[in-house]
């Protein structure tokens, strides 16, 4: 595990994470910030607690807007869908090596 420092909405905080994982949790802090900023330089909404529960609600949207509304793979993540490719992936390799021997 690795100590991550990241600054939200001008509040810094010290997360830990995998070594593998830090470039995805900085996008994901920078992401989050930007949408809180946004959010309080509109002026509307008063208070961070108010202000991060905006935000997650609008990420929560655009997260559940880019699920399949029906189908197969409709209640899977975007990891979950990743594997499944994967494991298409090896599958179609395992059916095609032999084919490679006539050519």
């Keep these: 595990m690795i100590q991550l420092q990241v600054t ?13 994982e830090q470039v995805a949790l900085q996008a994901a802090c920078d992401y989050l910030d930007a949408r809180m900023c946004t959010i309080r330089d509109a002026g ?3 208070g961070n607690d108010r202000i991060a529960v905006m935000a997650a609600l609008g990420i929560a949207a655009e997260l559940l ?18 594997l499944q490719i994967s494991s298409m992936h090896t599958v179609l390799d395992a059916a ?3 084919q490679e ?3």
């Design 8 to 20: 939200i909405m001008g509040q810094p905080y010290t997360l830990a994470c995998k070594a593998d």
């Design 101 to 103: 021997n006539l050519f």
């Design 96 to 98: 095609l090596a032999p």
């Design 44 to 46: 509307r909404i008063k």
């Design 65 to 82: 807007s880019t699920k399949a509304p029906a189908g197969p793979l409709s209640e899977l993540s975007m990891a979950e869908v990743k």
